[in-house]
């Protein structure tokens, strides 16, 4: 098994900024990518960003230069830095960790962003 720990949402004004991290633990063998997907209320969960361990870093379009992803593989965590933050990226955001024959998702945390 493999557990996934997210921190760092909350609620910021638009243009402000926040981090997300995600620590991944257990029987973590070959990771093939990690990532963040998001889901607005009344939308399907939809990819923010994913990072493979071989390959290029995916954005989606609406965070592209706005958002970045980062990981530190020795410590099998995964960072979203997110800046510019608009009232349309409010949802909550979810640590996706994908290894060879399973994937794994984290319980999510809310981001809010709001005047």
């Known amino acids: 098994q493999v557990q996934l720990v997210e921190s760092g949402g909350g609620s910021v004004r638009p243009g402000g900024s926040l981090r997300l991290s995600c620590a991944a633990s257990g029987n973590i063998f070959s990771i093939v990518a990690m990532g963040w997907y998001r889901q607005a209320p009344g939308k399907q969960r939809e990819l923010v960003a994913a990072q493979p361990t071989v390959g290029r870093t995916n954005y989606a379009d609406s965070v592209r230069g706005r958002f970045t992803i980062s990981r530190d593989n020795a410590k099998h965590t995964v960072y979203l830095q997110m800046n510019s933050l608009k009232p349309e990226d409010t949802a909550v955001y979810y640590c996706?960790?994908?290894?060879?024959?399973?994937?794994?998702w984290g319980q999510g945390t809310q981001v809010t962003v709001s005047s």
């Open positions: 996706n960790v994908k290894l060879i024959y399973s994937e794994y």
